[in-house]
């Protein structure tokens, strides 16, 4: 059994409490299935990634703490009918901070490789180099991702860092 972080589920204003995640589970994703492939990754296409996130403050919001993930990562399935291959994504519900999402995609730009991971519509985004060839992107295991930006967003980034791992499917 996993557990999968969902920042939004508070039993009091101070007290979050992970949602377990159970496969097969109604309302949960399954990573049982097979996903598109990615042709830029060397191997298979994970299924989901685990992406943890430290370092994000408090602003305008009084909820952006609830990014940092504290050992207790996201958890960013494929989606086996997804119009991009190379992207993985957990919908944030309701929003936090104006953001929605928390994004992971694989892109190749002139001839380099890049893992970009982002908070809401790149409200605040991380940007891993990976160099020129193909990633062998099942095998990311506490791959940094590091910061790259934040936009108007309604929270601060004190030393932010974020960490991939891929799951098998």
């Given at each position: 059994m996993m557990r999968l972080r969902d920042p939004l589920m508070k039993l009091a204003s101070s007290l979050l409490l992970p949602r377990l995640w159970l496969p097969m589970s109604p309302g949960y994703p399954c990573y049982c299935g097979g996903c598109p492939g990615c042709s830029l990754c060397s191997g298979t296409r994970p299924a989901a990634l685990e992406v943890e996130f430290s370092g994000i403050t408090n602003?305008?919001?009084s909820d952006c703490i609830d990014f940092n993930t504290g050992g207790v990562p996201f958890i960013l399935p494929c989606d086996p009918n997804d119009a991009v291959p190379c992207q993985w994504e957990h919908n944030l519900s309701p929003n936090t901070c104006f953001a929605n999402t928390i994004t992971a995609v694989l892109s190749d730009i002139a001839g380099n490789f890049f893992l970009e991971v982002?908070?809401?519509n790149n409200l605040v985004t991380y940007?891993?180099?990976l160099g020129a060839s193909a990633?062998?992107?099942a095998a990311w295991s506490g791959l940094d991702v590091p910061f790259l930006l934040h936009l108007a967003f309604a929270c601060s980034s004190t030393l932010p860092?974020?960490?991939v791992t891929a799951m098998a499917a």
């Open positions: 602003s305008d919001c982002a908070i809401g940007r891993a180099d990633p062998n992107c860092t974020c960490t």
